[in-house]
């Protein structure tokens, strides 16, 4: 590998660690602590009765559930969605089969974060794994 080559891989690399770094900040201030405006605005949507808004939601959440893993060395921030989770076993039983299709993709994507924090904890057995 020549020089130039090896200096191409470095800056790679480093805007690869910054982009890691800015979506990890970008997670935390969306999610925080689980009371943020940001949560509670997208279960208000997730719960209108128009339809474009809720796909929007939906498409949000299912884009945040995707990138949890992201999160891993921060806490799970799991509990922060719970409302939202509820609120998605409930889209399950709505007709319009793009509504489910997303809330079943996030569902699916929560469910791979838990499982890859380890045994399941109480959260897991009440949020995810119970019947709506």
Not at 53 to 78: A, D, E, F, H, Q
């Amino acid at each position: 590998m020549d020089q130039i080559e090896l200096v191409l891989k470095l800056l790679e690399e480093d805007e690869e660690e910054k982009n890691q770094e800015w979506l990890v900040n970008l997670l935390e201030l969306l999610i925080g602590d689980g009371e943020s405006p940001f949560l509670k605005n997208i279960s208000r949507c997730l719960a209108s009765r128009y339809l474009d808004l809720v796909k929007v939601c939906l498409l949000t959440v299912t884009w945040l559930s995707s990138r949890l893993p992201v999160l891993n060395n921060s806490g799970s921030p799991l509990p922060a969605f719970s409302a939202i989770i509820y609120q998605m076993k409930g889209i399950l039983q709505s007709a319009d089969l793009e509504l489910k299709t997303l809330a079943s993709l996030s569902l699916f994507s929560f469910q791979q974060d838990i499982r890859k924090q380890g045994p399941f904890d109480e959260y897991g057995r009440r949020y995810c794994y119970t019947s709506s």
